[in-house]
């Protein structure tokens, strides 16, 4: 069966500091792969979405950048942290035939 | 472009009672539409989808949804709630452009269930 893992659960960063989101998947091949951020007390926001290996398309103009190295890895990074990019963020995949998405759990990025 | 309403913030509801968690959307064409479940602190677990065929959708839990192309809506419903269903609930629409798929979400309803 497919899994998605996403780490870590929670990071707490300064302002300025890097940042490295990584989500991988199992059981399955070439999926369309999301990245989410979720805000207090809003919606879900899509970030980021990629169908193939090194191909990502940005929804959003942002702090945050996204990689895709390997089929089933993807990957969200920021050079430098500002307060705003505090949040829940969500990392999510999709098979080709699309029949929904399977969310990861979740990291809490807290950045102060 | 394709939009979802929750028109309902919070809801709260005794244990034992009815529920049913509004979703209106726009969209141009025939909609896939999806509910999602967040427990505090977790990603999202999908509840049911609607792609096409039978309006009345059977999900996990318990849950139920009904697609009235008429009113734009998709309301969810389950007919006897447990204090475990308390969390926060998504309705999704997905628009198919280019061989991708883009979901948007509503904002959520969150579900407060008392004894």
């Known amino acids: 069966s497919q899994t998605i893992h996403q780490w870590p659960a929670t990071l707490v960063q300064p302002v300025g500091s890097p940042l490295s989101l990584e989500c991988t998947v199992e059981?399955?091949?070439?999926?369309?792969l999301y990245w989410y951020r979720q805000a207090a007390g809003r919606g879900l926001q899509l970030l980021f979405y990629s169908v193939g290996i090194g191909q990502i398309s940005s929804e959003v103009p942002q702090n945050l950048s996204a990689s895709r190295p390997q089929d089933r890895q993807f990957i969200l990074s920021s050079k430098k942290l500002l307060l705003s990019d505090s949040g829940f963020y969500l990392c999510a995949w999709s098979g080709q035939d699309f029949g929904g998405y399977t969310f990861g759990s979740g990291t809490r990025l807290t950045v102060v | 472009a394709q939009s979802v309403t929750q028109p309902d913030i919070h809801i709260t509801v005794s244990e034992g009672a009815s529920l049913e968690l509004r979703c209106n959307y726009s969209y141009g064409a025939t909609p896939y539409l999806f509910w999602y479940v967040q427990s505090p602190g977790q990603g999202l677990q999908l509840l049911l989808k609607?792609?096409?065929?039978?309006?009345l959708v059977q999900g996990i839990k318990g849950f139920e949804a009904e697609f009235k192309r008429s009113q734009s809506s998709f309301n969810l419903r389950k007919p006897s709630v447990h204090w475990s269903d308390a969390a926060e609930y998504f309705c999704a629409v997905v628009a198919f452009s280019g061989g991708y798929q883009k979901v948007t979400f509503g904002t959520g309803t969150k579900l407060q269930v008392i004894p």
């Open positions: 059981g399955t091949s070439n999926p369309n």
């Open positions: 609607y792609f096409s065929g039978d309006t």
